[in-house]
C-alpha cells in the first residue's frame, strides 16, 4: 500500500486544502491519503476552532473522497504531537509501501527544527505544496504546484466564504455566531 499522508491545523479548512487533496490523489501514485489534523502545531501556542470541530469540519469537506480518510490521532492525544510520533503510528496500521508526506511550501524553512526530521527522511518522501509568496529551495522535494494565495491566518482574521468550501459554509457562519455545527 502507497500513502501520502496530509497534516496540517486546517484552522480553519479551505479552498486549497481541498485542491491539494484532488491534485494530491491525481499526481501521487497512492492507494489512500490521510489527512491529519492537529490537536496543536508545536511551532504554535494556540487555536482558533477547537481540534473537534476541525475535525468535523475535515470529515465533511472530505466525504464524498473514497481514498481520503480523516484521523483522529493527534486529536485524540490532547497534546501537542510530533509528525514523527504520527507517521509511527499510521505506520503500525497500514505497513505501507511507500509513504509521501505533504507540507506547505512555507514549512520548508523550518523543516531542519522538526522532531527526529533525519529518521523522518528516511522514512517517507516529503512533498512541498506550492504557495504564493514564497521562495524556498525546493529542487530537492517532489512538488506539488498549487499556488493559491490563501493562508488561516487570513481567514481566521477575515472570514471570506469564498475561501471556504461550501459543504462548510454554513458551519463556519454559525461558528462565527457562536452556534454549534451539525
Known sequence: MRIAIFGGSFDPVHIAHKTIVEVALKKLDIDKLIVVPTYLNPFKSSF????????????????????????????????????????NYIKSLYKPSKIYFIIGEDNVRNLHKWYKIEELKRELEFVVVTRVGFNQNIEDFKILDINIDISSTNLREQIDLNFVPEVIQEDILNLQKGRKIE
Open 48 to 87: 482558533y476552532l477547537e481540534p473537534k470541530i476541525r475535525f468535523e469540519l475535515l470529515k465533511k469537506v472530505f466525504a464524498d473522497f473514497t481514498k481520503v480518510e480523516i484521523c483522529d490521532y493527534e486529536i485524540k492525544r490532547d497534546k501537542v504531537s510530533y509528525t514523527y510520533d504520527t507517521v
